[in-house]
């Protein structure tokens, strides 16, 4: 009699919000192959925000779940799930910034759509990994869909350039990592992240085998999570690609990075704190300097943000390096509160560039106070709260990171966030002064759709009438907006999530 041969045992709860993302982006794609103006402008945008309505709610029923699922390869514990709503709610702001821009359009909206669920599902899986294979297959899921979507505006040659950058270094920064874990698995001879750090107690800790299978898993990540010094390819592409794509790379593909970064030196290598962490804080302490300083001098408000991102990133750092649950918890907050204060931001960058021909320019907002408030408002608001203003969610997150810095014995990688911070202050100002420091200036011509190469979208029989930026953008904005101050007055029910994040970790630890 043969016997039955099973396969590794599968918790479909637990796996419940996964599957939706894919389930949901291979029903959109094909939905796309239908065709016509009601499939494009209803039809696709709607199924894909029902998928990621879907996660969402299928998220909120496992929480707490806590448990391992196919044979080990995935955890799905509050860490992945805090994370994941971060991922659905990029995304879903994405949609609504997308729903009259070019890029769809110009890409098949099937196809576009799609990509952002598969995105969102790479990144679910890359913080749910739980070994080295599952983790690098995760970032690979997660990187494909978006070399694909910077581009996705073909008819403008930026968008173009943006792709095949993001292309070149995300590969560069693929294979490093992917030679890093081989180096760490010949090390250890394990991928499981537990027996890793079983391993780790052993000698290995001083092997040149293991030390350089270290350092490249960091520089992979690096790159990944736009860390200096391998930060270069940010701001071209965050100024190339299609400006909803860039707002869901700045929020949600940070998020997963700083995400796998937690688990990666949280979890399997935290018995190696103590070569891995110096090194880690000397890079924060550089990127903060560097995504500072680089902004300073810049005249676009998306490469303003892309080199704010390099920062941002750098001070999200102080978390992993401390090792401890005050430390994950601090940075799984800040990145919820990055998430809604960058998403104003960008959500205003896309008005801009609809209403007006200066595309992200300086000159697109001056005087935005006079003479669009709505707009003018959120902006100002996501410009404080990433500068650390008071009554902000920046101001929290950041006193909580240097709080956990502090905590971990690392009270000089706290001073530098606060040196960092006050760099700061003269670019946000700046672009708070031109939005209410001047009168309204003469009226501009509004381009049709989302993008600012006019002729692309004419062309594509987008539209030839003028029309405003759109009430689900300025909406985007003023949510986003209220609740950057929402969580800046009361952050408790914030700071209840990510003790329960904290703790999915800490328990192992």
């Known amino acids: ?55 969402l709610g299928l998220t909120i029923w496992q929480w707490h779940a806590n448990t391992t699922t196919i044979a080990g390869a995935l955890r799905v514990d509050d860490l992945a799930l805090a994370l994941n709503g ?70 403008r040659a930026t968008s173009l350039e943006a792709g095949l950058k993001y292309l070149v270094v995300g590969s560069v920064g693929s294979a490093t990592l992917l ?99 110096p090194a880690v804080a000397a890079l924060a302490a550089v990127t903060i300097v560097v995504g500072n300083v680089g902004a300073l001098g810049q005249t676009s408000v998306k490469r303003l943000l892309a080199w704010s991102s390099v920062a ?23 990145l919820a509160a990055y998430l809604v204060m960058n998403l104003a931001a960008f959500a205003v960058v896309v008005a801009r560039e609809r ?8 000159g697109a907002y001056e005087g935005l106070g006079a003479s669009r408030p709505v707009l003018a408002w959120p902006l100002t608001i996501a410009l404080l709260s990433l500068a650390g203003f008071p009554a902000t969610s920046g101001f929290v997150g950041k006193f909580f990171l240097i709080d956990a810095a502090v905590d971990g014995d690392y009270t000089w990688l706290g001073v530098v966030i606060v040196i960092g911070s006050i760099i700061s202050l003269a670019y946000y100002l700046r672009l708070v002064g031109l939005m209410w420091g001047r009168g309204a200036p003469a009226a501009e011509p509004v381009l049709a759709g989302g993008s600012a190469d006019a002729e692309a979208e004419l062309a594509d029989g987008v539209g030839s009438a003028a029309r405003p930026a759109g009430w689900e953008v300025v909406t985007v904005a003023v949510v986003c907006g209220a609740a950057t101050i929402a ?3 009361i952050p408790s029910p914030l700071f209840d999530l990510t003790k329960d994040a904290g703790r999915a970790i800490g328990g192992l630890f």
């Open 312 to 334: 941002q990133a750098g001070y999200m750092l102080a978390g992993v390096v401390v090792s401890t649950q005050l430390g994950i918890r601090a940075t799984v907050w800040y």
């Open 355 to 362: 209403e007006t021909s200066l595309g992200d320019g300086y």
């Open 86 to 155: 971060i991922f659905v709610i990029s995304a879903a702001a994405s949609v609504l910034l997308s729903w009259r821009a070019a890029a769809p359009r110009l890409a098949s909206p099937g196809e576009y759509f799609a990509l952002l669920l598969f995105s969102a599902a790479g990144m679910l899986t890359l913080v749910e990994a739980q070994n080295l294979v599952t983790l690098f297959l995760g970032l690979e899921m997660l990187s494909i869909p978006l070399y694909v979507l910077c581009a996705s505006e073909s008819r």
């Open 1 to 55: 009699m043969i016997a039955a041969i099973h396969g590794p045992h599968l918790d479909w709860s637990a796996l419940a919000p996964l599957v939706a993302l894919y389930g949901g982006g291979t029903i959109v794609l094909l939905a796309g192959l239908l065709g016509g103006r009601f499939v494009r402008v209803a039809l696709v945008p709607g199924l894909t925000l029902a998928t990621l309505l879907a996660s």
């Open 179 to 277: 030679y890093g874990l081989a180096l760490v698995y010949g090390a250890t001879g394990a991928t499981d992240f537990g027996a890793i750090a079983t391993a780790l107690h052993g000698g290995i800790l001083t092997d040149p085998l293991f030390l350089t299978g270290l350092a490249l898993i960091v520089t992979g990540l690096g790159f990944k999570s736009s860390v200096a010094p391998f930060h270069q390819w940010t701001p071209d592409v965050y100024d190339g690609a299609p400006t909803p794509i860039t707002a869901f790379m700045a929020t949600a593909t940070k998020a997963a990075a700083l995400g796998v970064f937690l688990r990666l030196f949280d979890v399997a290598f935290i018995n190696a704190q103590v070569n891995w962490a």
């Open 487 to 489: 969580l800046g007055i």
